[in-house]
């Protein structure tokens, strides 16, 4: 049987995210912003799930 420990808000897009467990305890997750704007954060895994590191944007690029 599987439970949910703790849940929250991480990217606002509407795209999945990914996240992996780092042996420190911490997360570190890539996904999108409303915009579509991808997006990656580091945090705190240990204490209560805060960003160590705010949301930070990763420019877009545009292919022809």
Not at 4 to 13: A, I, K, P, S
Not at 26 to 31: A, H, K, Q
Not at 37 to 64: C, F, I
Request: one cysteine or more; aromatic letters at 10%; glycine letters at 8%.
């Amino acid at each position: 049987m599987s439970m949910c420990v703790q849940e929250g808000y991480t990217h606002e897009g509407t795209k999945s995210i990914q996240v992996v467990y780092l042996k420190n305890g911490s997360l570190f997750t890539t996904g999108f912003s409303r915009m579509s704007e991808r997006q990656y954060a580091l945090w705190d895994g240990v204490s209560n799930y805060s960003p160590v590191v705010e949301l930070m944007h990763l420019s877009r690029t545009h292919r022809k």
